[in-house]
């Protein structure tokens, strides 16, 4: 059992293996019968044979703290099974059928779930009588709708999931499919539930009795409270025994569900290791463009980056975009050109972090430069168009105020100013209704509309360098061509610098003037466009090419 | 906007028909001689027939329910069984009591679970260790119990606040602040302990969303980020929880007022429901089920306008 090597779940384990088997073991443990009293013993500390001392009616506290927890415990046993009987198979009937069944049960399940449990139970106790076990069954129901929920949920997910599909087709029938296929997915979040419910069961349990609403005189811990918080005043300690027991043993059970969501559910998420290769090809640096002399807008020479765990993702990358000139960031998915990317712009992941190397932004280096300093200039000089044109717009706040704050901010510009400029921005990005989109939701708007927006947005303080994360590849082929065509003429309406970081060696053909490629956090190949593209050197650029052209390269 | 409310208050009315019969439905199964209760052992068999016809107990249950909705409709909720009190004055007088508490504990919640989330969801670290403990131990030990500990310790060992009691707000302010106070804290930790974790959650969540990114790049400051988008972004799902949390408090509030000795909604449900008090009964059970629908309803109004996509035509 792995949970075994979770320390708070192997202590909260082990305290509730204790208290169960005290409790069963209740007639031998007991120095007396709990319902044993003297009055001449009345509040009397502990003596031989009494460990715990006596309360206010000269019982054994002890006798009473074990006899109490096998009524507080089997109080929440019964409330767990009516739960889990109610809950489970409704919650598999609802999530693997659908239909009527689910909108019928849902609807009895949010009903159940607007009642407040303690004012149900206080009525029912009115109606069904004083005794424990029945007010458990009530208790079961109330809490029925979480295994309802949680199941349901699962359940419904695991449905539209191929595998189960595929056993469909096979012919499976549908009892073979949820004992085979779906059992085993909602086992380890039942068993969680049965905790977190077991640890509210209790304490719901114990604030009945404690409100003087149990069976009587048999002991429970929420009687004891109540006993206690009577004689608050005179003998305060009373409260500690019966207190330990419900805290301890509620708190152990929520303690055991965080334990065993840690071993059970965290399996899935266990960090995955690096991605890329080891460090031993050391290639020798291609043909350098660059070598020499640095661009004056974007020079970057020698940048490392590297994560804790993973190692460098980026390594040695050298790279220049000269005012009025779109640079093409060639390679595959994980290759670094997404990173490389960021660190120019200065917003790395959490724990990433520019490890060697140098960046100069219009002779200003970067690297090392207060992050104060370097927020200045952003939006500003340098500024970002993403890749996924949806998630990259906040969707609270309209277009419009996404794009007046930056301005705002950023140019000092009064508000009006600022609305003006937006919609001047969104005119020259070629939206036909300016006013409309300005007033509109992120998802009021098409994707290519949304990476126009984008594009506004970056180009809203006037920035001599673009850098452009992919910035085609979530849209339609139409769109595509009317997005690049827009980039082409903007960047040469304003003489921009532009980084275009793109795995489509279409784009580059069209658009770039000179291209670097990398693979594995290095920089493979570099030329102009029309020399990569048509006499590749490196064998990964060949490969490249044959994947899109295979009719133009061979 | 206006349809969508209409809507939902159509099935919350709706939901109070179906509980109001359900609930009278049980009640009347026990079949308890109310008159003979009242009227005590001795008391003649004639004496307590008429007593019982004179309350209307001696016609069918569904009579007796068609007559009790025939009035509530009109806002007339009868008098108590056993004490002859007017049903509405009687809870009137000790809403306010409950409706203090209930208010103090939501803006306490919502405040300070939304400090410890947000500073808890940004900085991680130490914080958000601290946030993580308090969060289980909220959840762990039952509310009553920690409201026993508050008082054992600042009302009978500290004796800062009074143990038990209420003064009106208007009698002395001060002294009601000192008698709300330890009931505002002892309900406030749970509700605290998993609005916070909820917020933490979802501003963790909202950090790593693309439009974060894409707002630092266009060189906004980070607090500007955190405070106008995270946080707008991350309230919708925590608004969600503190609604649950509403309903959970109105059982905590029956405790924590017995607990404290307040003169309340929820002591009330204790005394009455246990004398078996149909008429109050009945009305505390609407009341709860309205407040909770309309409380679900706020919840909701506000989360579409924090969150335009969920927003209903």
Redesign the interface.
Known sequence: MRLLRHPLGLISALLLAAVVLAVLLAPVLSPQPPGLSSLRLAFEGPAAGHPLGFDSAGRDILARLLYGGRNTLGGAVIALAVALVLGVPSGLLAGYYGGWFDSAASWVVNLVMALPAMVVLLASRAILGSTVWVLMVVLGFLVAPSFFRLVRGIVANVRRELYVDAAKVSGLSDTRIVSRHILIVVRAPIIIQVALVAGIAISLQAGLEFLGIGSGDSPTWGAMLNEAFKNIQRAPLLMLWPGLALGLTSGALVLLAAALRDVLEDRATAPSASRTAPDARATSKPAAVEAGERAHLLSVRDLAVAYPGTGEVVRGVDLDVRAGEIVGLVGESGSGKTQTAFSILGILPEKGRVSRGSISIEGQEIVGLPERAHRALRGTLVAYVPQEPMSNLDPAFTIGSQLVEPIRYKLGLRRAEATRRALDLLRLVEITDPRRTFDSYPHEISGGMAQRVLIAGAMSCEPKLLIADEPTTALDVRVQAEVLGLLRRLQRDNDLGVLLVTHNLGVVADLCDRVAVMREGRIVERGTAEQVLSTPRDPYTRELLSAVLPLEVN | MLSFILRRIAAGVA?LF??SLL?YT??S??HIDVGRQLLGHGAAQDLVDAKNAALGLDRPALVQYLDWLGAAVRGDFGTSWFTSENVLRAIANRLPVTLSLMIGVTLVTAVLSFLLGVWAGVRRGAVDRFVQVFA??G???????VT??I??VFA??LNWFP?IGYMGPSQSFTGWLSTVTLPVISLSIGSIAGVAQQVRGSVIDVMR???V?????????PW?IVF??VV??ASAPALAVLGMQF??L???A??VE??FGLPGVGSM??TY????DVPI?MA??MF??IG??LI?LVVDILIGW????ARIA
């Open positions: 939901l179906v509980i609930s049980l009640l199964i026990p289980v131990l959840y762990a030990l039952p509310g009553f119990l026993l500990v008082v054992l009978v060992r143990a969303q693309d439009y990114r894409t707002l630092r790049a266009r060189g906004l400051p500007r106008v988008h707008r972004n309903v959970g109105l059982g905590g029956v405790l017995q607990i449900t204790v429901t246990t004398r078996g009964i505390l059970v709860t089920v909770v629908i679900n924090l969150n335009p996509k």
